[in-house]
């Protein structure tokens, strides 16, 4: 069992833009905002370019980019073993203005793929926040999501039956202190990733990925990205 990593999203990262995003404004001239997470847990660390320039670079796994504004538009994007001509993923792709995106790397080398979420921006009521689970392990099954007290019962998941390569909805719940938790699905007794107590405030939201602990694919870990505020 692992505990979750609480990033700052100051590292680069790298990934696969592999849709059409939708537009959340509008006017071609508005910026689009764009966050890259690398979560193959076997792929090296990796290079991205922005229509042949490179725009992060060294990104190793486990790491995501903040936010990062470009153009609305039409986008090709690359993503290279790092130091070298060998690319693992080319994909084009619209960005829509005023927009907010994370997209991930995710799967074994082997599969590698991408994952591109639209992402929910929008502030939580008065007193909530929001919290979004991304489920990014190839190793660990189908899972269930517990977001409980801290050293709450495991009696109740917040999210259930959630499969690789997928994202729940956003969960608002009040402001506090929390632990969340991820279980093998139907069984509350295997616990695969704790968080220990996370402490949020009103108005933040923050989205969980859960992660394969590296290349041996036998323990899980996860991240938490910090949304908005």
């Given amino acids: 069992m692992k505990r979750f990593q609480t990033f700052s999203i100051l590292g680069v990262a790298v990934i ?9 404004g509008c006017g071609d001239d508005a910026k689009a905002r764009v966050r890259v997470v690398h979560a193959s847990p076997d792929a ?6 922005l229509d042949s320039k490179t725009i992060l670079s060294n990104a190793a796994y486990e790491t995501a980019s903040p936010y990062t504004a470009t153009t609305a538009g039409q986008h090709t994007i690359k993503f290279n073993s790092t130091g ?24 074994k080398l082997a599969n590698i793929t991408g994952l591109v979420l639209t992402d929910d921006n929008t502030p939580p009521t008065s007193g909530n926040v929001k919290i979004r689970v991304i489920h990014a392990s190839p190793s660990s099954g189908n899972v ?15 999210l259930t039956n959630v499969a690789f390569k997928s994202a729940s909805s956003y969960l608002s719940v009040a402001a506090g202190s929390y632990e ?12 695969l990733i704790d968080s220990g107590t996370v402490n949020l405030t009103a108005g933040q939201i923050r989205t969980v990925v859960a992660l394969d602990a590296d290349n041996t694919g036998t323990t899980f870990t996860s991240i938490i990205l910090s949304d908005l505020n």
């Fill in 84 to 107: 070298t001509q060998t690319t693992l993923v080319t994909e084009q792709g619209v960005f829509a203005g005023k927009s907010d995106t994370t997209i991930l790397a995710v799967d």
């Fill in 16 to 24: 696969v833009l592999g849709s059409i995003l939708l537009a959340t």
């Fill in 144 to 158: 269930d999501v517990y977001v409980t007290a801290p050293g709450g019962a495991l009696t109740s998941p917040a």
């Fill in 44 to 49: 090296p660390n990796m290079d991205v370019l």
């Fill in 180 to 191: 969340i938790r991820v279980t093998p699905t139907g069984n509350p007794n295997v616990v």
